[in-house]
């Protein structure tokens, strides 16, 4: 078996950073929840993060200005049952924020255990 | 740019800050809830509300939520018949503070909740800089 040809730890960096960016997507949600004319937010789907390559720019000059990495952390309003959205015109439902929050924790917990198992396993192969 | 998981944090921070001024709004309406004037005739106590408003942060790149404004309730003052009181004007009538403990007390809980909510968001976004760290232990 050839581990290199496992992208793993790409791969669960990746998600560690896709995660990190729905975590702020949500706080700034739970922190608008009582703003009013606030829109919930969220950030596109993992898949959709791992199949789109985004084209970066060269970065070929030290007074250019680098952009952030990818678009995994790009913003977009939840579309929201329009019966949920408050007189203030708020659309963040709390709890689905509190699940999303419950979510984004245990896939973090799992992502890094995952990385830390084959880290051992790498390991144990060099001793 | 900032790491997401702090910047998660000062994110849930904002939002503690901005329930906590809302929550000394409340205490400093409830416990004003029966104070009148000194003087005959004089305006009570008006109760203050207070408004909240999204803000991009950019040293942050975020939005964070501030206290937009803290205004005055406008709504008409209840009038009580007391003639005792010092502030009753000819008639005996007192002006009476427009608070009404009830709403003071439902904003309170909903304050309490999104409290609750944002520390939430710290708690768990400060696990996670955890998680990541102790990948590093006993490698």
Same mark, same amino acid.
């Given at each position: 078996m050839q581990l290199s040809s496992v992208y793993l730890f790409e791969i669960g960096s990746q998600k560690a950073q896709w995660l990190s960016a729905r975590q702020t997507a949500i706080a700034a949600n739970v922190a608008n929840a #009582? !703003?009013?004319?606030y829109h919930a937010v969220d950030i596109q789907p993992f898949s959709a993060v791992l199949d789109s390559s985004p084209i970066e720019l060269a970065? !070929? #000059?030290?007074a250019h200005l680098s952009l952030p990495? @990818?678009?995994?952390g790009a913003l977009r309003e939840v579309d929201v049952d329009? !019966?949920?959205?408050?007189? @203030?015109?708020n659309t963040v439902n709390i709890e689905q924020q509190m699940i999303n929050l419950g979510d984004v924790n245990r896939d973090y917990t799992m992502n890094s255990d995952i990385r830390r198992v084959f880290h051992q396993l790498l390991l144990s192969a060099l001793k | 740019m900032q790491d997401s998981l702090q910047t998660a944090l000062r994110i849930a921070a904002s939002g503690l800050q901005a329930q906590s001024t809302r929550l000394r709004i409340v205490s400093q309406n409830i416990a004003n809830a029966q104070s009148t004037g000194s003087m005959p005739g004089a305006d009570p106590y008006s109760r203050q509300t207070v408004s909240f408003e999204s803000e991009m942060d950019r040293t942050l790149g975020a939005n964070v939520v501030n206290v937009k404004s803290i205004g005055v309730d406008s709504s008409p003052f209840k009038l009580e018949h007391d003639p005792g009181n010092p502030a009753a004007d000819e008639g005996g009538m007192v002006k009476m503070p427009n608070v009404d403990v009830l709403t003071e007390l439902a904003d309170m809980r909903e304050a309490n909740r999104s409290y609750e909510a944002n520390l939430q968001v710290a708690k768990q976004s400060a696990d996670m800089l955890n998680t990541t760290i102790s990948l590093m232990k006993d490698a």
């Open positions: #009582n !703003t009013p004319a970065t !070929t #000059n030290p990495q @990818s678009e995994a329009p !019966t949920e959205q408050t007189l @203030s015109g | -």
